[in-house]
C-alpha cells in the first residue's frame, strides 16, 4: 500500500467489464512491479470491448455460427453454479466441454482449428502466459490442451483442458479457423464478447489450495453465511455473517481488486493472492474497501456493529469507487473471507480472545510502571480480534509450513510499509519460528506473548532503568475459535496455534520468538518471588442493566503479617482495550492486612447506575488493579477484560417456504435497560433470499418489548439463512438468525 494515494481520482472506468481501481497501483506495484507503474485501465477496458478483426468471408471458408459454453453442466462440474453471472466460471485444473457450429460440417483434414485463451492487457504474447492457442491433441493435464468428444452435422463438442497453475482472473475466449493450406488457405476468427473466469481450485490436488475434505471444502469455499465470534474467553458469543462470495455485484467487486494492477504472473501464486487482497480491504494507504473507524462516531457512515455481511460492503465499493465508512476487525475479516472464498481460497475468520497487540516487536507485552505507581504503555490487549486463515502450500518454505496460514486485513501496523498481515503459517507460529514469512511474529504475539510488568526508574544520566516485577505467562491467546464445519457450533482451535499453556514445549517457543525480537536479552533477568500473590476475578455473565461484582483474591504465601495497598478502578474502553476519554467508572482504595498463610478476597460493588450511560458500542470495560505490600516493597499491577451482555433477536417463521412465494419472519426483542430505546433500525439480509436492507422500526418503551414482521421473498432453494440486526441509540450490537429450508 504505496503513499501516492493522495491524487486526484479519474472517472470511474465503464463497467462493461469490470471496475479497475486506480489507487490499488500503489500496492500492486510495490509489491509485483515497478513502483511508479500505472496500468492505462482505459485502454484495457476498450481491449476487452473490442473484437478482433475477421478476415474478408470466402466461400469455402469455415465459420463459427454458435458456441456454447455449457454454461450449466461446466458451472455444476466446476463446483460455481451458485455464483449469480451469466458468465462461464471455471476453476484451474479441472476440464470444460465447449460446443461449436459452423455453417457447414467441420472437414478434419482441411479445416485446422484452435482455441484461443487471452488474459490481461495487450499485446498478448504466449511466452508470458498472457495468452494460450490450443490446437486440438491429446489431452494434457499439466498445460492447456484439448481434445474432440463428439461429431454431430455441422457441430462438435470439444473438452478443454487448463493446467493448475495458471492466473485468475478474467480471460477472453476464441476460436480461430483455418481452412486449407499455403498460399489457399483463409482464415476465419471467433471471440466471445463476455469474459469467462478463472479461479483457484480447492478441489484439483495440483493446484496449492487443494484441500482434501469435502465437507471442509463446502465450509470453507461453498458456503455463502458463517459466524464470527465476539465478546470475551469466558463467554464468547456468535455473530452471524453473510459472506455473499456468489452474489453477482460481489464477484465484480472482486475482481477490481483482482485486476486493478496485480501483475499477471503474481495472480498465479495463492500466498501473493491472499497477501495483497488482505491489503486492498483495507483503505488507509491505497483506498482500499474498508476505512476502519474505533473512535465511537460513525455519524458520517454507517456503524460498524450495523453491518450484517459482506454484499453491502462491496457493492457500496464496487459503485461509487470510494472506501466505504466504517469497519472494525469482524467486518474486515467477514470481507476478507468473502474474497477469497470467491477467488476459492479456502478461508475462515478466526476470533482470538484475549489479543496482544505488539507495537515495538519485542513479542511481549509490556506495562511500565513508573516510580510513583504510573502505568503507561503503548502495548494493548484486545478483548478480542478476528482475522482470517487461508488454506494452501507454502511452496516458497521448507516442506510442513503449509495448511492453514493466518492473513488479517485490520490496519493494526505497517509490514514492508503496508497495512497487510500474512500468510504467517500456522505451523511457524505454534514453534516460534518468527522469522519465516509473513509477519508471523506479529502474529505470534497476538496468541502467545507473555505479558511482563516493568518497574521503570529514571537513572542520574537520563536513562531508565527496567526491572521486571511480574509476569503473565498464560494470558494471552484465550478461546481461538471458529465456526466448526457443518454445524453453528464453535470450533476452539487454539492448539492450531500454541503449545499447551505452561509446556516445555510452549515456553521453549516463547524463548524462540523473543530472542528474535526486539529485545533479546528479556529473559535473563530474574524476577523476584512474590510472597503475595494476588489475582482479578470477574463474574462470567452479567446482562446490559445488572450489578456486578469485581473480586480481588489475595492469598499471603509468607509466614508472616502483610499491610498491603490496592487500587481497584474500572474504566469504559473500546474493544481493543484502549480506554475512552474520562473514561473512569468507579474506583476504591483498600488497605488489607493478611497474616501469613492466610487466603482473603476483597469486593468492589458495580452499580447499572455507574456505567450504563458512559459505555461505548461494544459494551467494554477494563479492570485496572495495582497493588503495593508495605513490608517488602513488592509491587503488583494487572488488568483484565470485562464486557456486560446484550440481549438476542429471536426469530422465527411458520408453514414452508418455497422459491418466489413471499413469506414473514416474526422478530421479537426484549428491552433490557430502564430507558426507551429511540431511532431504531433492523438491517436484514440472506444470500439467495434478500439482498441488504435496512427497515425503521418504532420506539420501545423502558424494560418493553419490540414485536413486528419482516416480508422476505427468497430466489433461491436450499439451506438459507436470514440475519437481523437490531439498533438503537442506546444500545448496538443486538443480532438473530433463523436457518430455514426453501423448496423449489
Request: net charge negative; proline share 5%; aromatic share 8%.
Amino acid at each position: 500500500m504505496g503513499t501516492g494515494a493522495s491524487a486526484s481520482k479519474p472517472k470511474p472506468t465503464p463497467r462493461t467489464t469490470y471496475t479497475a481501481n486506480h489507487r490499488m497501483n500503489a500496492v500492486y506495484g510495490r509489491i509485483y512491479g515497478d513502483p511508479g507503474r500505472r496500468m492505462n485501465f482505459t485502454s484495457l477496458s476498450r481491449h476487452y470491448l473490442d473484437r478482433p478483426k475477421t478476415p474478408p468471408s470466402s466461400d469455402k471458408q469455415l465459420k463459427v455460427v454458435n458456441l456454447d459454453l455449457n454454461l450449466e453442466e461446466n458451472k455444476r462440474a466446476h463446483h460455481t453454479d451458485e455464483y449469480e453471472l451469466d458468465n462461464l466460471i471455471i476453476r484451474r485444473g479441472q476440464s470444460f466441454d465447449v460446443s461449436l457450429t459452423f455453417d457447414r460440417p467441420y472437414n478434419e483434414d482441411n479445416d485446422h482449428i484452435s482455441l484461443e485463451m487471452r488474459i490481461g492487457e495487450p499485446p498478448h504474447k504466449i511466452s508470458k502466459g498472457t495468452i494460450a492457442k490450443v490446437p486440438f491433441s491429446e489431452a494434457n493435464p499439466y498445460t492447456w490442451s484439448a481434445k474432440m468428444l463428439s461429431k454431430d452435422g455441422n457441430s462438435i463438442t470439444l473438452r478443454m483442458f487448463s493446467p493448475a497453475d495458471i492466473c485468475i482472473g478474467q480471460y477472453k475466449f476464441g476460436v480461430e479457423i483455418k481452412t486449407g493450406e499455403g498460399e489457399d488457405a483463409v482464415k476465419s476468427q471467433h471471440h466471445m464478447k463476455d469474459p469467462i473466469y478463472v479461479l483457484f481450485n480447492p478441489w484439483c490436488k495440483d493446484d496449492t489450495v487443494y484441500m482434501e475434505d469435502e465437507l471442509e471444502k463446502e465450509e470453507y469455499v461453498l458456503n455463502d453465511k458463517g459466524i464470527i465470534y465476539y465478546g470475551r474467553a469466558k463467554h464468547p458469543r456468535p455473530r452471524p455473517w453473510a459472506f455473499g462470495q456468489f452474489d453477482k455485484e460481489v464477484v465484480m467487486a472482486v475482481m477490481s481488486l483482482l485486476e486493478g494492477g496485480m501483475q499477471l504472473w503474481a495472480r498465479k501464486n495463492a500466498v501473493l493472492v491472499a497477501r495483497a487482497m488482505s491489503a486492498v480491504t483495507n483503505a488507509p494507504d491505497d483506498g482500499g474497501v474498508l476505512i476502519g473507524n474505533w473512535s465511537g462516531n460513525y455519524s458520517d457512515g454507517t456503524s460498524p456493529t450495523r453491518w450484517t455481511g459482506s454484499i453491502a460492503i462491496l457493492e457500496q465499493y464496487y459503485k461509487t469507487n470510494e472506501s466505504v465508512k466504517y469497519g472494525q476487525c469482524w467486518v474486515f475479516s467477514g470481507v476478507l473471507t468473502t474474497v477469497l472464498r470467491c477467488l476459492g481460497i479456502p478461508t475462515r475468520s478466526v476470533t482470538n480472545f484475549s489479543s496482544a497487540h505488539d507495537t515495538d516487536g519485542s513479542l511481549t507485552i509490556d506495562n511500565h510502571v513508573g516510580a510513583s505507581g504510573e502505568l503507561y504503555n503503548d502495548d494493548s490487549v484486545w478483548n478480542y480480534h478476528v482475522w482470517n486463515e487461508c488454506w494452501m502450500t507454502r511452496p516458497d518454505l521448507p516442506t510442513g509450513y503449509g495448511g492453514w496460514q493466518a492473513v488479517d486485513a485490520t490496519p493494526q501496523e505497517t509490514s514492508e510499509g503496508f497495512f497487510w498481515t500474512g500468510p504467517a503459517p500456522l505451523a511457524a507460529i505454534k514453534q516460534g519460528q518468527v522469522y519465516l514469512p509473513y509477519d508471523t511474529g506479529f502474529v505470534f504475539a497476538e496468541v502467545n506473548a507473555d505479558r511482563i510488568n516493568w518497574s521503570c526508574t529514571e537513572t542520574h544520566d537520563g536513562y531508565v532503568d527496567m526491572v521486571p516485577i511480574g509476569t503473565k505467562k498464560s494470558v494471552i491467546g484465550k478461546c481461538i475459535s471458529t465456526k466448526s464445519v457443518s454445524s453453528d457450533d464453535r470450533n476452539d482451535i487454539t492448539h492450531l496455534y500454541k503449545h499447551p499453556e505452561g509446556s516445555e514445549e510452549e515456553r521453549m517457543a516463547v524463548r524462540c520468538a523473543v530472542e528474535h525480537g526486539s529485545r533479546p536479552y528479556t529473559y535473563d533477568q530474574d524476577e523476584k518471588p512474590d510472597d503475595v500473590q494476588l489475582q482479578i476475578e470477574t463474574e462470567d455473565e452479567v446482562m446490559i442493566g445488572q450489578n456486578f461484582d469485581v473480586k480481588i483474591l489475595v492469598a499471603n504465601k509468607s509466614s508472616e503479617k502483610r499491610t498491603v495497598d490496592i487500587y481497584i478502578s474500572t474504566h469504559a474502553c473500546h474493544y481493543t482495550g484502549v480506554p475512552i476519554r474520562n473514561s473512569k467508572l468507579k474506583a476504591e482504595h483498600i488497605d488489607l492486612i493478611i497474616d501469613g498463610n492466610e487466603d482473603l478476597d476483597v469486593k468492589m460493588k458495580v452499580s447499572s447506575a455507574d456505567y450504563l450511560d458512559k459505555l461505548v458500542d461494544q459494551t467494554c470495560m477494563k479492570i485496572y488493579t495495582m497493588a503495593k505490600v508495605r513490608e517488602t516493597n513488592q509491587m503488583w499491577s494487572d488488568q483484565d477484560d470485562f464486557s456486560v451482555e446484550t440481549p438476542d433477536l429471536v426469530l422465527d417463521s411458520e408453514g414452508e417456504i418455497r422459491v418466489g412465494k413471499p413469506f414473514k419472519v416474526k422478530v421479537y426483542l426484549k428491552n433490557p435497560l430502564p430507558k426507551k430505546l429511540t431511532s431504531c433500525t433492523l438491517a436484514v439480509e440472506g444470500p439467495g433470499l434478500q439482498r441488504p436492507k435496512v427497515i425503521k422500526t418504532r420506539d420501545v418503551s423502558p424494560n418493553g418489548e419490540l414485536k413486528t414482521e419482516i416480508q422476505l421473498s427468497p430466489r433461491k432453494a436450499g439451506k438459507r439463512v436470514v440475519i437481523v440486526s437490531f439498533d438503537a441509540d442506546q444500545i448496538s450490537q443486538i443480532t438473530g438468525s433463523l436457518n430455514i429450508q426453501v423448496k423449489k
